[in-house]
């Protein structure tokens, strides 16, 4: 989603943290059904309950690239490019979005949107591409995300996921964003406001691409990213990509959203990590690549283009949703940042593996200082690192103090 337009965000120095392990492939590959809860390998290890892989990395089937509709309302109206879109693994998970922003434009309040130009997003925009480049290693196809500046309007592209229950997840995607000046590509958390007009009351977590940027820059933002109280954007940092790349280049991008802190990783380094303004309650997964005249994403060429490109999607996390809450103790213990395998998991305490079958071992996930141990809606964790204990702070929320 659009940053407040009246930040300026600053250059971060970023220490290296590499999150590659020591000793990757110590583990048994696994499947989805003999975990418990999953553990990630960050700067502070977090434990969450699920874990979905969506890849785009061998559907040549569906490769077609559609031409960009010329009107309006043919975008709005546009179906799905072809049947994976419309098939079960899609759309349980997924919804491709057709909403546009007139309603914001009437509404002629630059505090809420200051954007110039009509927008609409349309599913003509979301297709799977070959992947003919060289180097492309047996990858055969992504999925593009495209944003097209028409005569008198903009065409974009969202995906929005079917559940709003998600409560702290850590996401990642294999991708890129390429084409012309003025354009935004995203991957976020987001949770509306009550009103379009009610701004400060959103809860977002935000990794965005501004093609007008320089192009090893990346921003990380808390939304709302400002207070009444302070004009200080605590809650945005602008870094450098690692090792000199571009964000036209493939790279792993990695959100972390847990109970304080959003953090972000580029290749396995630290790239951000804020504690400000970070969203609290339950909220859906978005990517799109837009553009709207505004001052936060600029103006694109008529007739230009823009895309984001994923390889694949993957998160462990937390969901709120009736059905999705799990109970009882984490024996199995799994890591999809260990694993020799993009996409299959792998057993690091306890349990069963799909190659070396052991009995069930004793244990339970516990969490760090600081982070959610119980609640109405909780379905992580419930137990407490050593040296914490669990403390009640209000009926959907405590505490490992």
């Not at 020591?22 to 048994?28: D, L, M, S």
């Not at 490769?63 to 546009?78: R, T, V």
């Not at 998970?93 to 130009?117: H, P």
């Not at 492309?136 to 709003?164: C, P, W």
Request: aromatic share 12%.
């Amino acid at each position: 989603m659009m940053a407040d337009p009246t930040l300026r965000p600053f250059a971060l120095l970023v220490a290296a943290a590499s999150l590659v392990a020591v000793a990757r492939g110590a583990y048994p590959l696994t499947t989805d059904s003999n975990c418990h809860c999953y553990k990630t390998n960050a700067t502070s290890s977090n434990y969450f309950a699920h874990h979905d892989f969506f890849d785009f990395r061998a559907l040549t089937q569906y490769a077609n690239i559609p031409k960009p509709l010329g009107s309006f309302e043919a975008n709005a109206q546009a179906p799905p490019v072809n049947a994976f879109f419309t098939s079960t693994p899609w759309t349980s998970r997924w919804a491709i979005q057709n909403w546009n922003n007139t309603a914001l434009l009437y509404m002629n309040n630059t505090d809420v949107n200051d954007a110039t130009v009509k927008m609409t997003n349309t599913p003509n925009n979301i297709y799977i591409e070959r992947n003919n480049e060289n180097g492309a290693n047996g990858q055969s196809s992504y999925l593009t995300m495209r944003t097209v500046r028409h005569s008198d309007f903009q065409s974009a592209s969202e995906i929005e996921s079917k559940s709003n229950g998600y409560q702290f997840l850590s996401i990642r995607m294999y991708a890129r964003t390429k084409g012309a000046t003025g354009a935004v590509t995203a991957m976020f958390t987001y949770r509306p406001p009550p009103q379009p007009q009610n701004i400060s009351l959103v809860q977002e977590a935000d990794l965005e691409i501004r093609t007008r940027d320089p192009p090893n820059y990346v921003q990380y933002t808390n939304q709302p990213a400002w207070n009444s109280t302070s004009d200080i954007p605590e809650a945005t940092r602008n870094a450098s990509l690692p090792g000199g790349r571009r964000w036209s280049d493939w790279a792993h991008y990695r959100m972390d959203w847990t109970p304080g802190s959003s953090t972000w990783y580029v290749n396995g380094q630290l790239a951000s990590t804020i504690s400000f303004q970070v969203p609290r309650d339950p909220a859906q997964v978005m990517f799109n690549s837009w553009s709207d005249g505004g001052s936060w994403s600029g103006h694109m060429p008529v007739n230009a283009e823009a895309y984001l490109q994923m390889q694949w999607i993957e998160m462990v996390y937390n969901n709120t949703d009736p059905g999705s809450v799990k109970t009882g103790k984490c024996v199995n213990v799994c890591s999809i940042d260990e694993t020799t395998k993009i996409g299959q998991p792998v057993l690091i305490t306890g349990g069963t593996s799909a190659t070396n079958p052991t009995p069930n071992a004793p244990g339970a996930c516990a969490a760090a200082r600081y982070g959610q141990c119980a609640g109405k809606t909780w379905n992580g964790c419930k137990t407490c690192a050593a040296g914490t204990t669990c403390k009640f702070q209000n009926d959907y929320y405590s505490q490992c103090l």
